[in-house]
């Protein structure tokens, strides 16, 4: 279990020794589950529209330049073009083309293969657009894997709150807001878990304690009355109803997943540390509900030390494993610094392009054999690594989300 | 002196390079002082018992899962059967009974060769428990190196309200806090130096500045009449005594130790950031005390760079050294992108188990022999190469706590 | 593309595989833009005055040890002698006699040689001693490149307030400090951008809201009234006064530059994350200058996010890609995660030591190798190496800056 600074890497098709081929063919062959993932785009892409959802900006990249250019981009084009009978390093105009003659169905099928045999599907990002982003139905078909639904619970205040707000009655229909949202989390009982976006709305840095029905009230009194924004309809961005709702999640005894570390540009990152959770830990440490902390990165060495410390958190690597290309490994490597491997979990948090769930997994399982590796080498039976392997990759989603 | 996106290992027996092979030669024969240590457990351990201090949370592990499935823990099984005759990578349950067949004696003199010469141990955490965990003269006998203290101020503090405080006289006696602290550091003639947790207790971001006698005689008013906490005794986490122990140390010109960085669960992790202590550090550039940064982990980047700008500050990466296994030459090296090597040193910070000791040994080696190696391979003879190992491994430690 | 924990790297000349060499070859001759450094010394340095450049620290090394013990020092010791006719590997004290003996014309010819085409100067540090630090001519002869300017917004300010301020007529010419900041911002033609050091002022954490004419004259009053610092002369740290000359740069449409991470012992690091411009970058992201972040380090990775999702912003790695020595390819692979290609720019910041500009180059250099090699390794054709590897050396700072 030597770590020195390296060489340069060999391509894969060469492992440098026995204990990395057991730990890449391990890996190869572990069952996945993807605790935390979005919808995948239904349309036919530009290069444009492909581009667009290929990093987490919502800009355009600057005249001249390309969002292929990054690690993530290189990475699909090392990577993606064989599966579409392309060769390696395809140009990104090419790989649309050839994207576009596939068809979706096709190119799905094509990327998804091989993947995680069960998805979380996070339902409540654009759950309005089901004609450009398709339905956990399709996820299915096209995976091969069963999806179950994860439930947004920002999306179900808002949906709450389109329901009893607006301008003058608001403030009067403010005292049913609890209820409703209680009676809208009761009809998620498909829901394995739940969701929070606490990060874009508020950040993680606010007053975590349980809000007392009195303050729920008048919170929601002061959003209801303030109406919808004219560009974003209803959003919930309330600090107290927002801890009210992960109170409320917590409750329910399922595992809630909070979103920490980086995101799209509508994040502030430094409000997304999760060591800003430092309290709401605490006060559930004892408590029956797992908390998820989903990508983390950069801040996952110290989601590596909260789920190391506080028995109820999880993380996970999501996201950060696609888009950093060929620095999964390392990133993992510092979140298991101190996570213990019952503590880490798989997600890919792909939204939009099939490219991301491959490129999840891809870089998944590469990165897991860089950390098996130098266990095999100092000794470790292969049924030990399985073991740990296993627990990452699917083993504690099963148990923690009561996935059979 | 490359650097480049590595290879998997190689076990430790087959070096890659003559380079490594003199590197890992030079770092196996070098003398260690640990300058932060506790005491070790000095009862046979079942496997809960073992667990539980094999990691730095409080809480039990969840059903199912085992706290020696960690970095630290398969690190543990790597290299610590074969000192008590079994095969590396054996089950901890195989482990634990071996343990306790051998005897904590043998196990501790065993688990303890080869390592530090001259250990400074904190008297300060559970200093009570002497059945427990043993005294500094158990650990000179199964070390066989000589041991020496460093006193904690927050524990001074609190045997001085102990002795001051209590309901209605608290408020009367607190004009006399200072001094009875003051006379309560001067009987710790033998401490090299101080050790502050004020991490744990208020964080590093409160108001460094030197608190005014007044401040002081009301800042025990308040804690002295508050009284002691039902469970956990008396327990200082007053930021203005916190500060006014620190001062009083850095008085003494002896160094001091301020935890910052990653701890058990008691610690807020954002708040024991090192940079917290910029006005403090502003404060006493041109005074006569070191100031000794422990563990910093994750902010050991931002310690090194502390290290190298103040002229009176020092670290080490004690704690994440044995805690993150494999991965504590990464930590090294990251912590020596800006620390001087004259202002590195070695500490285990372990506590309980004599496998942390041990475990913090070997990985300092190993990690020193990776910052070691590429500077042989650039060609660097073998005694400044060993000059260069033996400054953060015991010299710079002998110079600054004036150990001969 | 694999990435693996690695093994002790073989030496330069010993290239561990075909993709290696090819990149290597291709760093090896890219040109590079220095989009950010300061003036050379122009004086015959001393031990002291030598190892007093090396670092960041504005202080003494403690008694008994040597500035030159860190991995820059080092790094200086390996790569630097060979150039001056020493052997690699010498000792500082007979390297600093070489270069007294060389005199600094030919020592600076030597060390810039194939280095920069072009160099960005920032002219603000320590404008006022052109004895001690040469000027833009003399950076051009010796390194026969290009020299343009950066105008460093602080400095500007300061000059204005020499001009204006003073006891008694400060707060009466206060009126006049917007008109003559914008005269004085008038008079920079030939600046081709700008540059603040917010960070090390008021720190990055203030509010970047563009204040009004009023809050301006109001900033101005205070600032003029209260006078020149005895020790420091006009020092502006008024968070309006700077937040306004930002903005009043952002109006000009050139490049902004902004210090994060890192610096001398006057910076306080945490108010130097460059997260905490936030606000600035989410009022900007549809304007018309680009922000480029500078140095970064250890918030590199943040920065590599930020620069993803604001389409106006940059970053560099610079000071740190020579100061951490051989660390230099780690920090470019973090900051690359996330950062695109078409985002990331090339600087040394080096001020005062011509090895400092050296080892920027010879770093960036190896370190971009390290970047490029798996890409070669997954098939990338060279041609596409060469268009990345130009990106980040010298296209996007001629683009950003309109450089021909």
């Not at 606010?206 to 924004?229: F, Q």
Request: overall charge negative.
């Amino acid at each position: 279990m030597s770590e020195h600074p390296g060489v340069v890497p060999s391509v894969a098709s060469q492992p440098v020794s026995a204990a990395e081929d057991l730990a890449v063919h391990i890996t190869a062959n572990l069952d996945l589950v993807d605790h935390h993932c979005h919808y995948l785009s239904r349309q036919v892409l530009s290069q444009g529209g492909f581009e667009a959802l290929l990093g987490e900006s919502h800009f355009r990249t600057p005249p001249g330049c390309s969002a292929a250019d990054t690690g993530f981009g290189l990475a699909v084009r090392t990577f993606c073009p064989p599966l579409l009978d392309l060769p390696a390093c395809a140009g990104i105009s090419d790989y649309v083309e050839r994207r576009a003659q596939l068809g979706v169905d096709e190119v799905h099928r094509r990327l998804l293969a091989g993947g995680a045999s069960t998805y979380l599907l996070d339902t409540g990002y654009l759950p309005d657009r089901p004609q450009r982003f398709g339905r956990a139905e399709e996820l299915a078909a096209w995976s091969g894997g069963s999806v179950a639904e994860v439930a947004r619970l920002e999306t179900l205040a808002e949906q709450v709150a389109a329901r009893l707000g607006g301008i003058g009655g608001g403030v009067a229909r403010s005292s049913g807001y609890a209820d409703a949202l209680s009676d809208a989390m009761g009809q998620c009982g498909g829901a394995l878990g739940w969701k929070s976006v606490a990060a874009y709305r508020c950040g993680l840095g606010i007053d975590w304690s349980r809000p007392s029905p009195g303050r729920v009230r008048e919170a929601a009194a002061e959003w209801l009355s303030a109406g919808p924004d004219i560009q974003r309809g209803w959003r919930l961005e309330h600090p107290v109803l927002i801890a009210h709702g992960l109170w409320s999640a917590l409750d329910t005894g399922r595992p809630v997943q909070i979103h920490t570390g980086f995101g799209d540009n509508d994040i502030r990152l430094k409000e997304a540390d999760p060591t800003l959770l430092d309290p709401l830990l605490r006060a559930t440490a004892d408590g029956r509900s797992a908390i998820m902390l989903l990508h983390c990165w950069p801040y996952h060495r110290q989601a590596g030390y909260l789920a190391q410390v506080w028995p109820q958190v999880y993380m996970d690597v999501g996201l950060a494993v696609p888009h950093v290309g060929s620095r999964s490994a390392a990133v993992l490597a510092q979140a298991l610094e101190l996570a213990p491997w019952h503590k880490m979990l798989y997600s890919s948090d792909a939204f939009g392009l099939a490219e991301i769930y491959h490129l999840a997994v891809h870089s998944w399982r590469r990165a897991l054999a860089t950390a098996l590796a130098p266990l095999a080498a100092a000794g470790f039976h292969r049924d030990e690594l399985v073991r740990l392997g296993s627990l990452v990759s699917s083993e504690n989603a099963r148990r923690v989300y009561g996935i059979s």
